[in-house]
């Protein structure tokens, strides 16, 4: 069954560093657009980042103020997400997504427009 799997997730300390991976199992991630969304304890899920197959364009959301880099790796089939200097507000479940269809100019951060879902993993924050 084809699938996205998240991992990477873990409990690092104010100030640490994450890198979150995506990889597709019998999914190949290099004719999808990919994004990254999170989802903290009782709030509504939010787009991180997201980048384009074939151009690979990013796009992040606003908050993200150069703390987030996403990045492909086509060789291993994976999406990353480095998180640097981690706070506790960052602290979420996190998912990747996966958009078919023609390459955006821009992708989106908006979670319905993604049509597969990985499981999540859980990043928390906290000294």
């Given at each position: 069954q084809a699938q996205?799997?998240?991992s990477g997730g873990g409990l690092v300390q104010p100030g640490g560093s994450l890198r979150l991976?995506?990889?597709?199992?019998?999914?190949?991630?290099?004719?999808?657009?990919?994004?990254?969304?999170?989802?903290a304890p009782e709030k509504v899920?939010?787009?991180v980042s997201c980048i384009t197959y074939r151009t690979f364009i990013t796009n992040y959301a606003a908050f993200t103020?150069?703390?987030?880099t996403i990045s492909r790796d086509v060789a291993k089939n994976t999406v990353f997400l480095?998180?640097?200097?981690?706070?506790?507000?960052?602290?979420a479940v996190y998912y990747c997504a996966a958009l078919?269809?023609?390459?955006?100019?821009?992708?989106?951060?908006?979670?319905?427009?993604?049509h597969w879902w990985g499981q999540g993993t859980q990043v928390?924050?906290?000294?």
């Open positions: 996205l799997v998240e991976a995506c990889s597709g199992s019998g999914f190949n991630l290099d004719y999808f657009t990919i994004g990254w969304f999170r989802q899920r939010e787009g103020e150069g703390r987030f480095e998180i640097d200097r981690l706070s506790p507000e960052d602290t078919g269809g023609e390459v955006p100019a821009i992708c989106s951060l908006r979670d319905g427009q993604y928390t924050v906290s000294a």
